[in-house]
């Protein structure tokens, strides 16, 4: 059985072009009869090919961890992290990448100001085959770098008071396939200035140890437009995505969630709201956008809420557009109590939550609220609007809203795969499984994300470090993914409240990687 790592050195040479391009709203294909609904998500072009790496190459210079600061940035001499960070005594400059050789990096701030420009960015990458460890925390400021594939985490995050992993405020950095677990405090403090920012297809989990305070990414922008795609967040202590502003913040703009797959946040902890994806502020808010997330709570959670947008009293909230996602299981699918002076709620599917919405104000010659649908086996009072919980046909009478949606009053019968394929990386892919008919395995269609006679490995993303699931050649025909489940990963060096739900086999999401000999 080939591991992950042997299969990123088999990949030294693969070419790293877009995989699928498409528009914002997700187009779903049927897959074969009786055995599940497959949706081929595109992942959106976060910037230009052009300006894109083109292969993977170990050109470049070697930081290692028992590098040193007089060594040359070479293989046999390599540097350690903070000098190459640092920029290498001068030698680091646009256009260079800096491969972090495998090991552990220890330390409590590593930090770096280079800039690269546009048309030649600074890399900071793992080294093919290889894991590299940050043990600490990453500061990343200057201009133009990324950040990408290696592993950051904190192995005694009771020593950190309130420390984040990473604190990105890179303008125009982009931070792509990294993991990112068990801090003290965020996972990710993506905040200003980091302008026109990127965070794409990082898997972040069991981040936090404060109530309501710690959560999987932490967002704030002003200028240009944020954008968090195709993550993975899952068991972080409080939200998976906290896009939030206080009274004391500057005003919350132009930041987009788009295509993130979240679930079970909240759940280590005793008191925190358990949100998946939350976009609220004590300041005006204009710009924001939720767009094709795929969310998900355990049955056991009672409480948790997939979709809270805008619930503190602020005059003057602008626009926001919450389109196409899919939110399953929780207290409550989507709440928006308070209204905006424009709004575009259209294409979302919310099932099985206690209360599937929340709605609050006058809202209907305001919002483009349209196409919803909910489905839930329980329909009699699920709707609230300004505190008065009703039935669907009272609630859109109530609120002006929904006179496009539907309800439909069985739950899913067969299982839906959600396949995203990698903007960055081909042959690499999160794929979602809601597992209604609790299938020992479900078929999945990985057409979009491998070709024929490559070489793969499936991890699930709650034992990513573990033995594959799966693995193989494929052959272009559908895959057996196992829906067995996990034990999620317990927090390190913490003993949380509460233990995580295992989520198989109703659901779970998975790495799909891929090497092509």
Do not use: C
């Amino acid at each position: 059985m080939t591991s992950l790592g042997a299969l990123a050195k088999i990949g030294a040479a693969v070419a790293l072009g877009v995989v699928v391009t498409g528009d914002a709203t997700r187009k779903a294909a049927n897959g074969w009869a009786g055995e599940a609904r497959v949706e081929q998500d595109s992942a959106l072009a976060a910037t230009p090919s052009a300006q894109r790496p083109q292969t993977i190459s170990v050109m470049g210079y070697h930081v290692a961890p028992d590098g040193s600061r007089d060594g040359d940035g070479s293989t046999d001499q390599p540097w350690d992290l903070q000098t190459a960070l640092d920029g290498g005594r001068g030698r680091v400059q646009p256009g260079d990448t800096v491969w972090l050789r495998g090991g552990r990096y220890v330390g409590d701030d590593f930090t770096t100001a280079l800039n690269g420009t546009p048309e030649a960015r600074i890399t900071f990458r793992q080294h093919p085959g290889e894991r590299a460890t940050i043990d600490g925390r990453l500061l990343a400021r200057g201009a133009y770098l990324d950040f990408w594939d290696f592993e950051i985490t904190q192995s005694d995050p009771l020593s950190k008071e309130e420390q984040q992993l990473l604190d990105g405020r890179t303008n125009h950095g982009r931070y792509i396939n990294l993991i990112l677990h068990d801090a003290n405090g965020q996972g990710v403090n993506f905040w200003v200035p980091g302008v026109d920012a990127e965070m794409y297809g990082n898997i972040i989990y069991n981040n936090g140890t404060h109530e309501n305070l710690d959560h999987g990414v932490y967002v704030h922008n002003e200028t240009g437009v944020k954008r968090i795609v195709d993550n993975v967040f899952f068991n972080n202590y409080a939200r998976g995505i906290q896009i939030y502003a206080s009274r004391r913040n500057p005003v919350l703009r132009n930041i987009v969630a788009e295509g993130n797959i979240s679930f079970n946040n909240g759940t280590i902890s005793e008191r925190s709201t358990r949100v998946n994806l939350l976009i609220n502020s004590g300041q005006p808010m204009d710009g924001l956008v939720a767009s094709g997330n795929y969310l998900y709570f355990s049955p056991s959670v009672t409480n948790g809420i997939n979709l809270r947008i805008g619930v503190i009293a602020t005059e003057g909230n602008l626009g926001v557009t919450v389109e196409g996602n899919y939110a399953v299981g929780g207290r409550r699918g989507l709440e928006m109590p308070l209204p905006w002076t424009r709004a575009t709620v259209r294409n979302n599917t919310i099932i099985g939550s206690r209360d599937l919405v929340l709605t609050g104000g006058t809202v209907a010659t305001a919002y483009t609220w349209e196409h919803n649908t909910y489905i839930t086996d329980s329909p009699s009072r699920a709707w609230t609007h300004d505190g008065k919980r009703s039935s669907f046909d009272d609630w859109r009478q109530m609120s002006g809203l929904g006179i496009t949606d539907r309800v439909v009053s069985a739950l899913p019968t067969a299982p839906k795969v959600v396949v995203r394929p990698n903007t960055y990386e081909p042959g690499r892919a999160h794929v979602a499984i809601y597992n209604w008919s609790r299938q020992a395995t479900v078929l999945t269609d990985l057409s979009s994300v491998l070709s024929v006679g490559d070489r793969f490995e499936v991890h699930n993303v709650q034992d990513l470090f573990g033995p594959p699931v799966l693995s193989g050649t494929y052959d272009g025909n559908p895959v057996s993914f196992p829906m067995a489940g996990t034990t999620p990963p317990p927090p390190i060096g913490r003993t949380t409240p509460r233990e995580a739900p295992r989520t198989g086999p109703d659901f779970d999401v998975f790495l799909v990687r891929s090497a092509r000999l």
